[in-house]
């Protein structure tokens, strides 16, 4: 079988496996020809020319037609000089074989006229009488020819199925490795959003205790120093516990879209995963109002305005971390005290569209956040918003307001069939 399914013309060996099969049939020819039979006894002349015959196939498969011109230029004049008939015949079947099932099919037709009408010709010289007979033998040639061509037609149906399973391998390992890089990029978007939302909350709050302390040690106002405290030890808290949820879906495997997951119908490439659609660490926008309530702790004013129900789960998310990013870039870059803050969402056309807009200084040279505090260093507060907004197949545009500020605002369609990233 598996020579039967391995293509003859990469076959490894080839030529010394056919030297060996042609030796093979060689020795046969002379075991059915000392066996006697029909025709004129054997001699000199008959021995070369059907040994002579047998030496063309150690090329047969490398030079399948040539191959049967020799052999066939020594049995004619073997079967013309009226020798045995057997011995010649399976050095014949292996050379019309060969050609049949190492070409094409017009190929096999051309060459089965051919050897059809040269042993008509042959026959009708040497045996006019033998119709019969000549019948029999072209039977016998198209029965070959046509094992031949059905032997082609299954190595090339094997080939296409070898070849559609290695591709199938060669697209999961790629598929697989796409959902691992997604799933990367999706871990550094929570741990950024959460890490840099809160961390910068503490920041502030740890300065406005800082300023209570130092403003006037004779007039220290011990509870706006405790509520100081006290909210940074709420930020830490939460942050903690979103972490750890964070951390249990990397170790549910069974539920991260990972190497060999599937991620079940209605996902979208690069979209939020179904761990955060059932568990995950991302929540909604009926969490807007505890995030502006720790931006309203952070020194900003902020107001919210929510005009939309029943948005699915993976828009809530994306909507709940633009909004998070765009209040810790306001925060962080507004550059004034009595900074404000609106934020609106509401659905429109089939899409939630989202709008987070401040009237501070920080966003005169179009940075949004995207600039480190300290070192001037490239960050990723856009960079991570309009991936978001891609996740759930939406678009998201930053840049200074029209009066003054900075002003985020992102389209999220509600109908996550078909989007694509």
């Known amino acids: 079988m598996s020579a039967i399914h391995r293509e003859p013309l990469t076959a490894p060996h080839r030529t010394r496996n056919d030297a060996v099969l042609a030796l093979c049939v060689a020795v046969l020819a002379v075991v059915l020809a000392r066996m006697g039979g029909e025709g004129t006894r054997p001699d000199h002349l008959s021995w070369t020319l059907l040994l002579a015959g047998h030496v063309p196939l150690v090329w047969r498969r490398r030079r399948p037609v040539v191959a049967l ?11 013309a000089l009226d020798y045995n008939p057997a011995p010649p015949i399976p050095a014949t079947v292996l050379a019309l074989y060969t050609v049949a099932a190492t070409g094409a099919v017009r190929r096999t037709l051309l060459t089965g006229v051919a050897v059809l009408g040269l042993t008509a010709i042959g026959n009708d010289l040497v045996n006019p009488m033998e119709a019969l007979e000549s019948l029999e033998i072209s039977g016998w040639i198209i029965a070959v020819l046509l094992t031949g061509i059905a032997v ?3 190595r090339l149906y094997v080939a296409s199925i070898v070849e559609r399973a290695e591709r199938a391998e060669h697209t999961r390992e790629e598929e697989a490795r796409r959902r691992v890089a997604e ?3 999706r871990i550094a978007r929570d741990l950024h959003d959460l890490l ?8 502030v709050q740890t300065s406005v205790a800082a ?12 509870k706006a120093v405790a509520q100081a405290l006290d909210d940074i030890a709420g930020t830490c808290r939460i942050t903690r516990e979103e972490l750890r949820t964070t951390l249990e879906v990397l170790r549910a495997h069974d539920t991260v879209v990972g190497v060999g997951a599937d991620p079940g119908p209605g996902s979208v490439p690069g979209s939020v995963s179904g761990a955060e659609d059932m568990r995950g660490p991302l929540p909604g926008i009926d969490g807007l109002a505890d995030l502006a309530e720790t931006g309203r702790v952070a020194g900003a004013k902020v107001e919210l305005s929510v005009h939309a129900d029943d948005i699915p789960p993976s828009v809530g998310a994306a909507a709940y971390r633009i909004v998070q990013e765009a209040l810790t870039n306001a925060v962080r870059h507004g550059g004034r005290e009595d900074l404000t803050v609106r934020v609106g969402l509401w659905t429109a056309d089939g899409a939630l569209r989202v709008s987070v807009r401040d009237d501070g200084t920080g966003g005169d040279d179009g940075t949004g956040g995207e600039v480190g505090p300290s070192d001037g260093t490239p960050g990723f507060g856009l960079i991570g918003m309009r991936e978001r907004a891609r996740s759930v197949g939406g678009t998201l545009d930053a840049g200074p307001g029209p009066a003054e500020g900075f002003e985020v605002t992102a389209t999220l369609p509600l109908s996550r069939e078909d989007k694509v990233r």
Request: charge should be neutral.
């Open 211 to 222: 300023h209570v302390l130092t403003a006037d040690p004779e007039r220290l106002d011990r």
């Open 152 to 154: 082609r037609y299954y």
């Open 183 to 185: 799933e990367r990029l």
């Open 69 to 79: 011109l020799g052999m066939a230029a020594c049995v004619a004049p073997y079967q």
């Open 196 to 203: 840099a939302h809160s961390i910068t909350l503490i920041g």
